[in-house]
């Protein structure tokens, strides 16, 4: 592999909502050097790659910002970071003045005001979101992006960050990226679990199946810590397409009904883990299907509904239209995904503080990848990239004012030495999987990454509460997971590449394992069923207040798991970085 060496003042790694935003605000400063690193293409990449039809945190008339804090809490069942929460909340509105102003089409009434869908959500036309987002951030004359490049590794230096190293899908390149600061804004983590479609309609599911879990096994890799892993996200969705039930729910008033015509909705709770929990309840119990009842809804609505799928799930459009069943004739069958990792949904991600800072010095986090604050969607991550973007300003003008009265000395020069020997060792190991010999001289290998994430998500699936076992778990079962995701992981390093693309498949299924490692263990130590479905322990079947805590980890040098508590962060308090490693 050709050696391409990089400096930059910050590194951006992933170019979707919250890094095209970070990289949007940098853009006003000048001598601040930005470059994103991003896998795909920029103007297509992330959740918003297909556009989406409403904004889902906005503080509309007549609500405040603690209004979204109280209610984030609530669905969250008390854990969440509410210092996260607010900061996020107050520019909710500001950052979808920006939308606005670069084009977005946000609809709204006679009088100018935007159209509100429900009590936090405002409609939009988005099917151009994130073009839009990304020609704002390349517009900037400071910011380069680099795409087709897969980021692995942070270069990690007495736990402060340094840069990163990667490699180009399509060339034979190894990346070795320096930076002063980084923020990580990969993303999730789809792919973990066993999915609803199988065989070739795998990737159809609820979250993008191109995150991975990168950047919090990159953290997790570099001792970063993190939180709230087990309150996975599951979302109930319309059968077999997995498209969104919200726009259906909030946008007709349909509810939630049984095979026998009740109504169950209200039997269960309104929070999203039980709409979910109900749903799961009412077809165990053999009154399933469960569907939103749409048969009553006027032609006008059914339009609607036509015109707002096929802005963001075109799918679910054609299955009416095809069928010649639309959801005015026929009710919306519905039915929960796997689970997935998601700190837009709910807290799980880096442990951060109020500044978007990790417990790495010069790593920060933003969107899916930030932990501590839930139900941020779109417009929760461009707040989270822009409060990352003015941190990590601060952080490099103050590195450099004091690399100005600082000499270097030979302590300088033996960590640069330092860091040039692991980027060689990287990159002999991204070789070993392109230069290792095959099976016998024939065209196949002994196993695929494909046969090893399918095998992975089997394991997820029985053993730490897939869809198999309705979302259920007890320590017996995760016990045998964690065994099993540890042999798996032993693998990778046998698994074989034909060219740049399969390397990249290697590495995203040794990202998704290492992510099911530290979920079985957050799983484990949280000893109660506080979201059911989401974390449904039979070992502990009821809610405790014992358990008003934080559950975070931390890998340590043996690869073990150090859980941590944490005391909840509520009325006003705020932890800034003073409680981070300096």
């Not at 001598?31 to 889902?56: D, H, M, P, T």
């Not at 979250?207 to 970063?224: E, H, K, Q, R, V």
């Not at 530290?518 to 000893?527: D, G, N, Q, S, V």
Request: aromatic share 8%.
């Amino acid at each position: 592999m050709k050696t391409k060496k990089l400096e930059t003042d910050v590194l951006i790694i992933g170019g979707g909502t919250a890094g095209c935003f970070a990289a949007y605000t940098l853009g006003k400063e000048a001598g601040v050097s930005v470059l994103i690193a991003e896998k795909a293409n920029i103007k297509r990449s992330g959740c918003l790659a297909a556009g989406v039809n409403a904004l889902n945190a906005y503080i509309t008339e007549g609500h405040v910002p603690q209004d979204y804090v109280d209610y984030a809490k609530k669905d969250a069942h008390g854990i969440v970071r509410e210092d996260l929460l607010l900061s996020m909340s107050e520019r909710l509105n500001h950052v979808t003045k920006v939308l606005d102003d670069l084009g977005l089409v946000i609809l709204k009434d006679e009088n100018g005001k935007y159209v509100a869908r429900g009590n936090r959500n405002i409609k939009i036309n988005g099917e151009n979101i994130k073009s839009l987002l990304a020609e704002a951030a390349m517009a900037q004359e400071n910011v380069t992006v680099l795409e087709r490049v897969n980021i692995t590794d942070y270069i990690i230096e007495e736990n402060e960050v340094k840069g990163a190293w990667g490699f180009n899908i399509e060339e034979n390149v190894f990346y070795d990226i320096r930076a002063k600061a980084i923020l990580c804004a990969t993303g999730g983590a789809a792919g973990l679990y066993r999915p609803n479609n199988p065989g070739f309609s795998r990737h159809k599911m609820w979250y993008s199946p191109f995150n991975t879990g990168a950047g919090f096994a990159m953290g997790i890799l570099a001792g970063a810590e993190m939180t709230t892993f087990e309150m996975r996200f599951i979302a109930l969705r319309c059968k077999d397409t997995i498209a969104p039930v919200g726009t259906i729910a909030q946008g007709v008033g349909a509810k939630q009904m049984n095979a026998h015509g009740e109504i169950y909705e209200t039997k269960y709770g309104l929070t999203t883990s039980q709409r979910l929990y109900g749903t799961v309840t009412e077809n165990r119990e053999g009154r399933g299907p469960c569907y939103l009842k749409t048969d009553e809804i006027s032609a006008a609505q059914e339009q609607d509904l036509y015109r707002a799928y096929l802005n963001m799930a075109p799918s679910q459009t054609l299955k009416w239209l095809e069928g010649s069943r639309g959801p005015a004739s026929e009710n919306v069958e519905i039915e929960g995904t796997e689970p997935y990792i998601v700190g837009g949904h709910t807290a799980s991600g880096y442990w951060i503080d109020n500044g978007r800072r990790t417990t790495v010095k010069g790593l920060f986090a933003a969107g899916d990848v930030a932990g501590g604050c839930p139900q941020k969607y779109v417009t929760g991550a461009l707040a989270e990239g822009e409060i990352a973007a003015e941190s990590m300003t601060e952080y490099v003008k103050a590195l450099k004012e004091k690399s100005k009265a600082v000499k270097e000395d030979a302590a300088v020069h033996k960590t640069e030495t330092m860091i040039d020997t692991a980027a060689a060792l990287k990159k002999k190991e991204y070789e070993s999987h392109l230069l290792a010999q095959k099976n016998d001289s024939e065209d196949t290998f002994f196993i695929t990454a494909e046969q090893l994430e399918e095998a992975m998500q089997k394991v997820m699936d029985q053993y730490a509460g897939g869809i198999a076992t309705d979302y259920q778990y007890n320590e017996e079962r995760l016990v045998i997971g964690k065994k099993r995701i540890g042999e798996l992981l032993g693998m990778v390093d046998e698994l074989k590449a034909k060219d740049m693309f399969e390397l990249k498949d290697i590495y995203e299924v040794r990202e998704r394992l290492i992510v099911c490692q530290t979920l079985i263990e957050h799983l484990r130590a949280r000893k109660e069923t506080r979201w059911h479905s989401f974390g449904e322990n039979t070992d502990y079947p009821e809610e405790s207040s014992k358990w008003l805590k934080y559950v975070n980890s931390k890998r340590k040098p043996d690869g073990e798991t150090e859980i941590i508590f944490r005391e909840l962060v509520t009325g006003g308090k705020v932890y800034e970085c003073t409680d981070f490693t300096e």
